[in-house]
């Protein structure tokens, strides 16, 4: 993933921002005014709850960059082929000059031979 904002890849943002959250999520419940247990299950929610965006946000990137790869193997595939298509057409407009020029080599050598004779 190489969407850039200010130099960060979004992958990057993305995982500033979810541990930004939960610092701010766990501050929060740390400084409210709960008893322990009650702010020990807080936290195992939150937790849960950034574990599971974590999760998420890693298959998105995962499925960006396998869609990325693929549109990269479409792109040289096609790329490859135009390459290989004028690779074939040089190949045969040479051998159509080297015939030419064979050709007017012999004209040209009988040509001296009908002089000299």
């Given at each position: 993933?190489?969407?850039n904002?200010?130099?960060?890849?979004?992958?990057?943002?993305?995982?500033?921002?979810?541990?930004?959250g939960?610092?701010?999520?766990?501050?929060?419940?740390?400084?409210?005014?709960?008893?322990?247990?009650?702010?020990?299950?807080?936290i195992?929610?939150?937790?849960?709850?950034?574990?599971?965006?974590?999760?998420?946000?890693?298959?998105?990137?995962?499925?960006?960059a396998?869609?990325?790869?693929?549109?990269?193997?479409?792109?040289?595939?096609?790329?490859?082929?135009?390459?290989?298509?004028?690779?074939?057409?040089?190949?045969?407009?040479?051998?159509?000059?080297?015939?030419?020029l064979?050709?007017?080599?012999?004209?040209e050598?009988?040509?001296?031979?009908?002089e000299?004779?």
């Open positions: 993933m190489n969407s904002e200010g130099g960060f890849s979004a992958g990057y943002v993305a995982m500033a921002f979810l541990l930004g939960t610092i701010g999520a766990g501050l929060a419940m740390l400084l409210t005014p709960k008893t322990g247990p009650e702010v020990r299950e807080r195992k929610e939150q937790a849960g709850t950034v574990r599971g965006t974590a999760f998420k946000v890693a298959d998105d990137v995962r499925d960006k396998g869609e990325i790869l693929d549109k990269s193997k479409d792109l040289i595939g096609q790329k490859k082929a135009v390459l290989e298509s004028a690779i074939e057409a040089g190949k045969g407009a040479m051998e159509r000059e080297k015939s030419r064979i050709e007017r080599i012999k004209k050598k009988q040509e001296e031979e009908a000299e004779a």
